[in-house]
């Protein structure tokens, strides 16, 4: 009687592997993804997409150009240009950003400003660096610089001299603030502040000596190119 029952049980247990084996097959082959008909292959969905990173601008270590137009506004104080209207303000410029926060620049441009007839002129030739806040597209900075200044101031005869028509190169220097706004990895639209002191000596047509600061504000708006 045991031996019948055994070959019973070992039937069932043959049996329910099989049936076990075949019902796999038909899930794999037959039966459809969600959302699917049977015999209808069914891609699977798609990876969830990975979030990419701001492009990367002005790498450390890459070249860019700038360049600036804007408006001077001269110092009036003590010795200043007292009387001379804002005039107009440019520079030109190389620089590398030597690190994620510092970059160093090389600048050459010119300001001015006259009062009718009299004229003051300044053509600064600076290196300098910028402390920068990283943004991927709007980058706050400071800086500061020092250079050699070229002035020229022609101011006719008047109550305090007999006329001046000289020229002085000085060393002078300044500080700035500004913004980038990066408009792609190469290009970005630049505001900046700057203002400079400079204080030349002058001569008038008999010899007198005028110390004139020649230093005071611009503001400008330029564009910034990496290389």
Do not use: C
Request: proline share 9%; hydrophobic share 35%.
């Amino acid at each position: 009687m045991r031996k019948p029952l055994a070959l019973v049980l070992a039937g069932l247990f043959v049996a329910a592997t099989a049936a076990t084996a075949v019902a796999a097959e038909y899930d794999r082959y037959e039966r459809a993804p969600r959302g699917g008909s049977p015999g209808e292959y069914v891609p699977p969905p798609p990876r969830r997409q990975v979030y990419a990173p701001p492009p990367r601008h002005a790498q450390y270590g890459q070249p860019y150009f700038f360049a600036h137009l804007g408006i001077f506004d001269p110092n009036t104080d003590g010795d200043g240009l007292d009387g001379y209207d804002s005039g107009g303000n440019f520079d030109l410029g190389f620089g590398s950003r030597v690190s994620p926060l510092f970059a160093i620049d090389g600048t050459f441009g010119g300001y001015g400003a006259d009062r009718g007839s009299d004229e003051a002129t300044v053509v600064p030739l600076t290196i300098g660096g910028r402390l920068i806040i990283p943004h991927p597209f709007i980058e706050p900075y400071v800086g500061a610089g020092l250079g050699i200044y070229f002035s020229s101031l022609d101011e006719r005869p008047g109550a305090i001299s007999t006329g001046i028509d000289d020229s002085s190169a000085d060393f002078g220097g300044y500080l700035s603030v500004g913004l980038d706004m990066w408009l792609n990895p190469r290009v970005a639209l630049n505001f900046e502040g700057k203002y400079h002191w400079v204080e030349p000596s002058f001569e008038d047509s008999i010899g007198q000596e005028f110390d004139v600061n020649m230093g005071g504000w611009t503001a400008n708006l330029g564009v910034r190119v990496a290389f």
